[in-house]
């Protein structure tokens, strides 16, 4: 069913949407008018057509490529002098000055110093590198290659979100190998978006350029560069407070570059789906050393299911100015906003086995798929104000120096429904509200990056020191309204509204109010050395010292805070890597290494309890990396081990109490591919595969999870494939077609004796796109979930996802 929502903001944004059609309509029309143009060819060495090179008009926000014939035009040109410029990969630019007088073509010509084979060679890795990166400067926290850096990694990249015309963090995260999603964004202040698994264990995107980036909706991708997913415990580069066991996600962000430029694009499709986007560059200085970029984008929603809607903004500048040669600061901020109502939510009774049920299968219940089962007004709001500076200081050829400070403040108030599934095809329907609820974040990190030499051995070296702050003031409330039919007729559905569930809220008055008021500190340094023995066999050796500070949990009716404590960890790191073929395979190792502060109690007896240790997680890794062909093909296969030592468990007999003992035990497999086999054609794929369980954490001779998977472990087996293909000459140059698919095995999310099995079944989603580029626009059209397939995520709980979805878009660029 497609819901149309009308009122003040659909109002302004079709008022925005006049304007600026009216506003494109008319620059196009002057041009027309000036009614001159630039037709060029460009030849390689051979005398061949030269195809896909790029084309710049100087000093202007012209460009285009050449087509198979290797021509290019540009028309509708103001009578002026102008210089072109030919550029591709690996050479310098050509450029040659042309007259352009009205009503005329003037036609120019390029011939390459390089063959017809040479330049195929250089075409299909540029078309690749707009898939793949060689290098990251985060993974490391210095430049490095990704076949010399023996940590782990895969980066989904603009250009293919792009092509799949995807517009949040949520969705572009389909195309990391072993990444499921297990819950959607709670909009609540101090979480990090959705929740994801690696390697069995849940991950969050909580890092931005390499420090604390919390944003707590559905995270916009408007600003995104690219998207790194970090493999393993990385707690040595990156501390332990925002990251997991199985990894970290980092986004990076688009930065500011030295010409006038941009795009605005709108996009509407099913469920009253609307957007508008923008990304605006612009020197503010002729020399071009301040430099200044606009991102923004608003959307606004309807729900897949019966009722509902979301609405979002996101609005992120960023300001670079290069004071001198040696000395440029970047200053960024992110504002992100958010209405609307959360997924629906199935949970399971504390304390009860699943065997009281109607079925133990999420596809087996007696429930209707398509229903909220919570009236629409029940909404949440959150806001994320977030600030950044970057100082980069060349100290020396070997040395330079990096300050980086990060300040996050989000906020969240409102309702969020959620449910628990009783006997009978029953649900009890529930409420965890946030009240005016904030958590803000700092962080201040100084490193020093070098990249000297020691006699004849080459080192890549970085230290660093690292401050960051929690400051949580939380408070959430909560209650039962009232228990229903999962299906067929409910004559009081509407009854969950928020007026019935304020009222609740005002009888029930401070017993359900739980305050989660802290502050926290982390004070770290580290260091970490690339060393290379030769230039094909290099070592890599890291170790952080983190003091952990918490000072107590806040009670509002004493005025006392209770708790507190401290705790010092130290956090090495190991690498090894051969490169077997120079800059193309290599074979690697690791040893890497993550950690958890702790202090929960600890049941003994009778009112007797002791405090917990801190968790350790020590991962082995070794596998294959390759950058073949000229680039043609890229990829990953690694096998991991992973054992958790002092594992940390609720205490099902104990309420409010903990259980730690044994271990758990993550291994598997990965491997991720990009490959460009021909012009045009490309393919992103991935697989994982992952083993957890739980090892001799029996209690009492009980063993209720001992040798089991654990709950929270997702997929053990995952894959990921998107196939595109873009004709680059003929009639239909800049047509393209993509489709995709993504598979998850199926997931005990419910796994112990005292509470059974319940299981979300395996499923496999089908997407499809179709483009038409050209130098100044984009049509595009996509399709999710094209078999309109019925599934379900979940982190110890049951998420129906979105049915089959239609998208288009309309991109103009400048």
Not at 528 to 555: E, P
Not at 736 to 748: Q, R, T
Request: net charge positive.
């Amino acid at each position: 069913m497609i819901r149309i929502y009308k009122g003040r903001a659909t109002k302004s944004f079709m008022l925005v949407l006049s304007m600026i059609v009216s506003f494109f309509y008319a620059t196009a029309t002057t041009l027309e008018d000036n009614n001159g143009g630039i037709k060029g060819k460009i030849v390689t060495s051979d005398g061949k057509p030269a195809a896909d090179v790029s084309v710049i008009l100087q000093g202007t926000s012209f460009m285009t490529v050449s087509d198979g014939a290797g021509t290019f035009v540009f028309k509708n040109l103001p009578a002026g002098s102008y210089q072109v410029a030919i550029s591709f990969t690996g050479y310098a630019n050509k450029t040659e000055d042309v007259t352009v007088e009205a009503g005329k073509m003037a036609t120019v010509k390029f011939q390459l110093e390089v063959s017809s084979k040479q330049l195929s060679e250089i075409v299909i890795t540029g078309n690749q590198t707009k898939l793949v990166k060689r290098s990251s400067n985060y993974v490391s926290k210095l430049p490095l290659a990704n076949v010399e850096n023996p940590t782990v990694y895969s980066v989904i990249t603009k250009d293919l979100l792009a092509q799949q015309q995807v517009y949040t963090v949520d969705d572009a995260m389909r195309n990391a190998p072993g990444i499921t999603k297990m819950w959607e964004a709670t909009n609540r202040s101090g979480d990090g978006g959705a929740y994801y698994n690696s390697r069995g264990f849940i991950v969050q995107s909580q890092f931005r350029n390499g420090v604390a980036g919390n944003v707590s909706s559905v995270i916009d991708a408007a600003n995104i560069e690219n998207i790194e997913v970090i493999k393993g415990p990385n707690a040595t580069l990156f501390g332990n407070q925002l990251t997991s066991y199985g990894g970290l996600i980092n986004r990076v962000t688009k930065k500011p570059y030295d010409h006038f430029g941009g795009e605005v694009a709108i996009a509407g499709g099913s469920y009253a789906y609307n957007r508008i986007m923008a990304d605006i560059n612009t020197p503010l200085d002729s020399a071009k050393d301040v430099l200044l970029r606009l991102n923004t984008a608003y959307t606004s929603q309807g729900s897949w299911m019966d009722n509902g809607h979301n609405k979002t903004f996101a609005f992120a500048p960023s300001l670079s100015y290069k004071i001198n040669d040696r000395l440029n600061i970047l200053l960024e901020a992110e504002f992100f906003s958010g209405e609307g109502n959360g997924n629906t939510f199935f949970f399971f009774p504390w304390g009860h086995n699943v065997s009281e049920l109607s079925a133990q299968r999420a596809d087996k219940l007696n429930i209707d798929y398509n229903r909220t089962f919570a009236n629409e007004d029940l909404t949440s709001t959150s806001r994320n104000s977030n600030f950044f500076g970057t100082m980069n200081y060349k100290i020396s050829d070997q040395w330079n120096s990096q300050t980086v400070v990060s300040m996050t403040n989000s906020y969240s108030n409102g309702f969020g429904p959620y449910f628990y599934l009783v006997s009978n095809d029953r649900i009890s329907r529930e409420d965890q509200s946030t009240r005016n609820s904030k958590a803000n974040t700092t962080e201040i990190q100084q490193n020093f990056i070098g990249d000297f030499r020691i006699g004849k051995f080459r080192n890549r070296f970085v230290g660093g020191i690292d401050f960051f702050t929690l400051n949580s003031n939380q408070i959430f409330i909560s209650k039962n309204y009232d228990t229903v039919s999962t299906h067929g007729v409910i004559s009081n559905y509407s009854d969950f509204n928020a007026a019935n569930m304020s009222s609740v809220y005002q009888a029930a008055g401070s017993l359900v109010r739980y305050p989660y008021i802290y502050k926290r500190y982390n004070y770290s340094a580290y260091a970490s050395d690339v060393f290379n023995i030769t230039d094909q066999l290099s070592v890599q050796a890291g170790l952080r010292i983190d003091y952990f500070d918490f000072k107590g949990n806040y009670s509002e009716t004493q005025a006392t805070l209770t708790g507190a404590y401290h705790q010092v960890a130290l956090s090495p790191k190991f690498g090894i890597v051969y490169q077997v073929i120079k800059d193309r395979l290599s074979l690697f190792g690791n040893y890497q290494n993550g950690f958890t502060n702790t202090n929960s109690p600890i049941y003994v007896s009778e009112g007797v309890s002791k405090t917990s240790k801190p968790e350790q997680a020590n991962q082995w890794e070794g596998g294959v990396k390759m950058d073949m062909f000229e680039g043609r093909l890229t990829g990953t296969v690694s096998y991991y081990d992973i054992l958790v030592d002092n594992v940390l468990r609720a205490d099902n007999a104990h309420p409010n109490y903990y259980l730690q003992n044994g271990s758990q035990k993550s291994k598997g497999v990965e491997v991720s591919v990009i490959a460009n086999p021909f012009q045009g054609f490309s393919v992103v794929a991935g697989y994982g595969y992952n083993e957890s369980k739980y090892i001799n954490v029996d209690v009492t001779g009980l063993p209720d999870v001992d040798g089991r998977r654990p709950s929270t472990a997702g997929a053990p087996t995952t894959a990921n494939l998107w196939l595109s293909y873009r004709l680059s000459n003929g009639k239909l140059k800049g047509l393209s077609v993509g489709a995709g698919a993504n598979y998850a095995s199926e997931i005990k999310i419910v796994n112990s004796i005292s509470q059974g099995v319940f299981i979300l079944p395996s499923y496999a989603i089908l997407n499809a796109t179709l483009s038409y580029e050209t130098s100044k626009f984009r049509f595009a059209a996509k399709v999710d979930n094209l078999t309109n397939k019925h599934y379900w995520v979940g982190y110890s709980s049951m998420n129906p996802q979105k049915t089959r979805s239609f998208t288009g878009t309309v991109a103009f660029k400048f």
